[in-house]
């Protein structure tokens, strides 16, 4: 593979020359510690100052291997050329006026960007919002307006943001939502098609958790009474869950047969991340509506909700917005990271990593039994590391040990999963392969000395 790295001028290497954190990131720390509330943590506490295609460098010196990616942004790398050539001339041009105050062409040629690239040939509009948290309320309001209904259905082991309303739908507790209660109501939680630890198997857990899906939410809601079902087609934060197949197209036809808006959160999977342009296109699935977020600027904050034109514009005039919403530089830069997925096809590049990762990982899970199971797409890879692969009891100190070792050696290693016992690997699309295997090599030899 040649080293596409989006236009990054960075030296693609990891150079590890003091520990991790090094002293001038412990120093930034403590003034970090006097002034930055607790309550906002840090994976890895050592200090920026530049990134791009598959590294980040730090105040010391130090270029860590980036598996990553920001939490799934930065796709198309940290400072692709075409999102820094587009944003800086936007910049000059003006920074913000409110699209809703004044518009300009950035924010309609994201929309059309938006109607071409998502699954469904519908007519289709969208709204821009700041994070993904903001566009999944902004699909519930959608939703709502257009069913005239209240209830929202997610999932177990779903992720949608840290908002009141968003904290509502996201499952687990601890840290998102403990002691921040009360939360919105009307949401109810079903189950999702866990293969790995569904109790009847995995070959049997599309068809079963749907049927038990649809059951809860007839007997339980009913279903003329809900607005919206939403599922991330690949659960991020929950563990890298690929609903088992079937479970998908199973609930969009449930859906469509009672006028249920179907909504896909694509937060973390979407814009080429799983090697499609949208993860539910895996199994043909067109949804009502798609949030996106995250990979979508190349860095910068924008997201999106888009869907059939009919349910849209069922929002009156003046009821969907925000100050920011949409802002002239995130637009550029999102048309900027759409340009480099196109012309370097991070498709691919999402599928050869898949190859590689799953490749080696394949073959580390028949040396280290604590790997239980190896999931995802393109560069959404997963391990869940288990105690014991009979009894799968979760083992997140493993994951925490393995990710701290990595961390040591100048990789960059994400953990997550409902139990915690996941390691995620989310590298930018544009990582170098050689950059790819060695970070490999380094959760390898993590894994021979736990
Ligand atoms: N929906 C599917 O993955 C954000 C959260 C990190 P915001 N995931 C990373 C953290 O601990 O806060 C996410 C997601 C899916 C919604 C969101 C929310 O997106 O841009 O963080 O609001």
């Known amino acids: 593979m040649t ?30 510690t006097a002034t930055v509330a607790g ?101 519930v309001k959608i939703a709502r307006s257009y069913t005239k209904r ?4 997610v999932f177990d082991h779903g992720y949608h943001g840290r908002t009141n309303l968003t904290m509502a739908l996201t499952a687990k507790n601890m840290p998102y939502k403990h002691g921040f209660g009360p939360f919105a109501p009307e949401v109810y939680r079903v189950p999702v098609a866990y293969g790995y630890r569904w109790p009847t198997g995995a070959e049997n857990c599309g068809p079963e ?19 919206a079902i939403i599922i991330e087609p690949v659960l991020g934060e929950g563990g890298f869950i690929e609903p088992a197949k079937g479970f998908l197209p199973r609930i969009a036809e449930f859906a469509k047969d009672n006028g249920i808006v179907f909504v896909a959160d694509e937060i973390q999977s979407g814009f080429c991340r799983t090697g499609q342009w949208f993860a539910c296109e ?44 949409g802002n002239p530089v995130a637009c550029a830069a999102a048309l900027g ?17 898949e190859e590689v990762m799953k490749g080696r990982l394949t073959a580390m899970q028949e040396k280290f039994p604590v790997i239980g199971d190896i999931r995802g797409r393109g560069a959404m890879i997963a391990i869940e590391l288990v105690k014991d692969p009979e009894t799968k ?27 915690g016992n996941v390691l995620r690997f989310l590298p930018p699309l544009v990582i170098g392969e050689d950059l790819l295997n060695e970070g490999l090599d380094i959760i390898e030899a993590a894994f021979a000395r736990l």
């Open 3 to 32: 080293e596409l790295t989006g236009g990054s001028a960075l030296p693609q290497e990891r150079r590890v020359v003091t520990a991790i954190p090094g002293p001038k990131s412990l120093e930034l720390q403590a003034r970090r």
């Open 209 to 227: 958790a749907a049927a038990q899906a649809i059951d809860q939410i007839t007997k339980q809601v009913g279903a003329e009474n809900v607005a």
């Open 150 to 153: 209240q209830a929202v259905v």
């Open 39 to 139: 309550g906002v943590g840090s994976v890895l506490p050592v200090f920026t100052t530049r990134a791009g295609g598959g590294v980040i460098e730090d105040v010391d010196g130090n270029s860590l291997i980036d598996f990553g990616s920001g939490i799934a942004v930065t796709s198309v790398g940290a400072s692709a050329e075409a999102v820094v050539r587009r944003a800086s001339a936007q910049l000059a041009n003006f920074t913000h006026t409110c699209f809703m105050v004044t518009p300009y062409e950035g924010y309609v040629e994201v929309c059309e960007q938006l109607a071409e690239l998502t699954p469904g040939d519908h007519a289709k509009k969208s709204a821009l919002f700041n994070s993904g948290a903001e566009a999944v309320e902004n699909a």
């Open 393 to 419: 009891a979760p083992a997140p100190e493993a994951a925490g040990a393995l990710a701290k070792a990595c961390h040591a050696e100048g990789l960059l290693v994400l953990t997550c999963g409902t139990y």
């Open 337 to 353: 990271a759409i340009e480099t997925m196109r012309e370097l096809d991070l498709n691919a590049k999402a599928k050869r990593i």
């Open 282 to 325: 895996d199994e043909g699935v067109v949804p009502d509506l798609i949030t996106t977020a995250k990979g979508i600027a190349g860095g910068m904050p924008l997201a999106a909700v888009t869907g059939r034109a009919e349910i849209m514009d069922s929002a009156h005039a003046g009821g969907l917005g925000g100050t920011y919403g």
